[in-house]
């Protein structure tokens, strides 16, 4: 009987992971700032929200939903950084114009 209540618990569990997403699980494992310039630019419009959003939170303390012009302007500046940068395994918080002719 109490094989069939965990199989019956872990299903639910199961079931709420499917049906959420996996966001909870992305924004977990998401590194923020220190994701990658080549991780960046090839995930897709929403995870770079995603780690857009961390990145700002990370560098301001502040663990509330940053404005979403800050976000989109941030997401902008960070794409078009991260992608002529000389060193694809820059992360994001230190993408720079530097970085643009020196492989750092």
Not at 41 to 70: L, S
Not at 84 to 97: E, F, H, L, R
Request: glycine share 6%; net charge neutral.
């Amino acid at each position: 009987m109490k094989t069939m209540r965990w199989t019956a618990v872990a299903a639910a569990l199961l079931a709420v992971t499917l049906l959420t997403g996996c966001t909870e699980v992305k924004t977990a494992l998401n590194k923020g700032g220190d994701t990658k310039c080549s991780d960046y630019v090839k995930q897709n419009a929403d995870d770079q929200r995603m780690t857009i959003t961390k990145f700002i939170k990370q560098q301001t303390g502040d663990d509330h939903e940053p404005p979403g012009t800050q976000v989109d302007l941030s997401m902008a500046a960070v794409q078009t950084l991260c992608q002529v940068q000389a060193n694809g395994d820059t992360p994001i918080k230190n993408a720079d114009i530097a970085g643009i002719f020196i492989k750092k």
